[in-house]
């Protein structure tokens, strides 16, 4: 009987004994497009500041007005007082086109990483740190391995740890849309529906302001986290996030 | 490697389908309701027309915040000065009395007015702020007639869909959508907290969008023409902005 031999020996499919990837499509797709968005935002935004590197605090600000601090570099209009005496170019014109392309790219990037991860699950089991990690014991001893530095096992390459689930959560739900909602209260027709957003943030000039701090603290964080690869091996944290695999899984094969 | 089942490749080729389609249908909504701005090809046409399509649905009516009077800044800036064409001096002269602005294009009836035929419509005043594409701003009163009464007084045709408007000073100039030039607070301006319109602010006569960049409030207006296209006027990307590097739709 043909047909009960086939039932007896259910193969196992190849791809079920095959390491799940450790980072999904979705996952390193949006990933890259973030690091694309976010890299055009950061030079674009800085061209952008160049034309006036001082900022305020409250509704208006101007260089009749004193500033809150100042970026010593000179600037590309000559109508703000830095003490320079030399004139930058005006690179505003394509720098605020791009800003907004790239900005475009980010939040629909964010929206479709954000919606799939909460219906997923990929928040709640990779990133909100698991019940043994909510304790100051797991953050220290996250600490004290790094102190040490002993050779990054692959099994702290399978999952985040406790200091890295609360740095990434924190760059997600907090930083960026911070940098998104402080960039967003810049804009007139923004605030001409939305009055309360840049209220919200004190004025005008405080959105502009917090959107250059916010923008350095995510600057910060991409300092560290690229550091934190290099340490743990370049290529051993980069590929996973390209092809999915740790490279163990696919020597096992 | 992995292989791509038979299921992985049909959902995946039905989202494409559905995403072209999605795609081409909102293509074909955008030009239908006039949701792309001159300026939309190239390079940076998508990020211009998802950002001037957005704010369009959502900011048709909506107002530019206006603040107290105790609020108005003591230190307005004003970027330009003086233009110095002969034209100009010649009505600085004068006090502007010869100063005038033609209205042509898609109207009923083309008018020239002077200011005095300005300041006989309906004068409103709004306390909003001016904020530079540099990063900058201050709140100032701003006394004048809405544009949407001299509209009303020449009778714009109903194919149309652009205001493009005229410094004295050559090759500056600019325009807005329907939406912006009947909106309440889009302005000829006039006079200038409690004054007249400082010439280093625009004087005597300038358009104010509160809801877009400074630069879209050009300074010294001498004329406008209504239209219903603006493949026209320069090179076709909306105003003199687009033809220095500089976005069409200043709203953000």
């Not at chain 2, 007639?145 to 001299?150: G, K």
């Not at chain 2, 200038?192 to 004087?203: H, S």
Request: glycine share 8%; charged share 15%; net charge positive.
């Amino acid at each position: 009987m043909a047909a009960s031999t086939t039932t007896q020996h259910i193969p196992v499919p190849h791809a079920a004994t095959a390491a799940a990837p450790r980072h999904t499509l979705l996952v390193r797709v949006t990933h890259w497009l973030t690091v694309v968005a976010f890299l055009a935002l950061l030079v674009t935004g800085l061209e952008i500041v160049v034309s006036h590197p001082r900022f305020y605090w409250g509704e208006t600000g101007n260089s009749g007005t004193t500033p809150l601090f100042r970026i010593p570099i000179p600037a590309s209009r000559d109508t703000v007082p830095t003490g320079y005496s030399y004139t930058m170019p005006d690179q505003n014109g394509w720098s605020r086109y791009l800003h907004f392309e790239a900005a475009w790219l980010l939040v629909i990037t964010a929206l479709v990483y954000g919606l799939a991860s909460l219906l997923n699950g990929h928040f709640r089991k990779n990133l909100l740190p698991s019940p043994q990690q909510r304790n100051w014991l797991a953050f220290r001893d996250v600490l004290t391995k790094f102190l040490r530095r002993p050779p990054p096992g692959s099994a702290d390459s399978r999952t985040y740890n406790a200091v890295q689930r609360v740095a990434y959560l924190s760059v997600i739900f907090i930083l960026f849309p911070l940098v998104i909602f402080t960039g967003l209260a810049l804009s007139d027709g923004f605030d001409s529906a939305f009055p309360f957003i840049v209220n919200s943030f004190g004025g005008r000039q405080s959105a502009r302001t917090l959107h250059f701090i916010v923008t350095n603290l995510l600057v910060i964080f991409l300092v560290v986290h690229v550091a934190m690869i290099v340490l743990a091996g370049f290529w051993r944290r980069t590929r996973p996030m390209i092809t999915g695999h740790i490279k163990s899984d696919l020597e096992g094969k | 490697m992995s292989r791509i089942s038979r299921r992985k490749l049909i959902t995946t080729g039905l989202a494409t389908v559905a995403g072209v389609a999605g795609l081409a249908a909102a293509d074909c909504m955008a030009r239908r309701y006039g949701l792309i701005p001159p300026d939309g090809g190239g390079v940076f046409g998508p990020g211009e027309t998802l950002t001037y399509a957005t704010q369009r649905l959502l900011t048709r009516h909506s107002l530019a915040r206006e603040f107290p009077r105790s609020m108005i800044s003591a230190k307005p800036f004003g970027n330009e000065i003086a233009p110095s064409n002969e034209a100009f001096k010649r009505h600085q002269a004068l006090g502007f009395a010869d100063w005038k602005l033609s209205v042509d294009g898609m109207v009923a009836h083309p008018t020239s007015f002077s200011l005095a035929d300005l300041r006989a419509l309906p004068f409103r005043n709004q306390i909003t702020q001016v904020a530079c594409e540099e990063g900058w701003s201050y709140i100032a009163e701003w006394i004048g007639t809405p544009l949407h009464h001299v509209l009303d007084e020449v009778g714009v045709l109903p194919q149309a869909r652009y205001v493009v408007y005229r410094s004295i000073e050559p090759d500056w100039w600019e325009s807005i959508d329907m939406a912006d030039a009947l909106h309440p607070q889009t302005f000829l301006t006039m006079g200038m907290n409690n004054g007249d319109l400082p010439i280093r602010f625009g004087g005597p006569l300038r358009l104010r969008v509160p809801r877009q960049l400074g630069y879209k409030s050009v300074k010294f207006i001498t004329s406008m023409t209504v239209t219903d296209s603006m493949k026209k006027f320069g090179k076709g990307l909306g105003s003199a902005s687009p033809e220095a590097g500089y976005a069409w739709y200043a709203g953000i």
